[in-house]
């Protein structure tokens, strides 16, 4: 079993920045992928950005690529999302998800999830 704790979101204004985080434990956590995914209103859940825990490789999502970016840290247990110049359809629910796939996972390819933080920009 992985467990995953995500946190950080907030409202900002467009243009602003925020950082998501999760803790992640479990004792097979390291062979994960882990990533975000958000859902807005009335939309399915879409993927955002990847990365691995074994040798730090990341992918991204078209829609955040440049203003987005996946790191952890191994000695926290913690995988962060820094979110930069925020727009108003970023708004949504960030979820933290652990995958096989680095390469843009679906959300049915996902083994565990977070309970999810809300994001909200304003315009």
């Known amino acids: 079993q992985v467990q995953l704790v995500d946190s950080g979101g907030g409202l900002v204004q467009a243009g602003g920045s925020l950082r998501l985080s999760c803790t992640v434990s479990?004792?097979?956590?390291?062979?994960?992928?882990m990533g975000w995914f958000r859902q807005a209103p009335g939309k399915e859940r879409e993927y955002v950005a990847t990365?691995?825990?074994?040798?730090?490789?990341?992918y991204y999502a078209g829609s955040v690529k440049g203003r987005f970016t996946i790191s952890k840290d191994n000695a926290r247990n913690t995988v962060y999302l820094q979110m930069n110049s925020l727009k108003p359809e970023d708004t949504a629910i960030y979820y933290c998800?652990?995958?096989?796939?680095?390469?843009?996972?679906?959300?049915?390819?996902?083994?565990?999830w977070g309970q999810g933080t809300q994001v909200t920009v304003s315009s």
């Open positions: 990365i691995r825990w074994r040798d730090g490789n990341t």
């Open positions: 998800a652990a995958a096989l796939s680095l390469v843009a996972p679906s959300a049915s390819q996902v083994y565990y």
């Open positions: 479990g004792r097979t956590f390291s062979t994960y992928t």
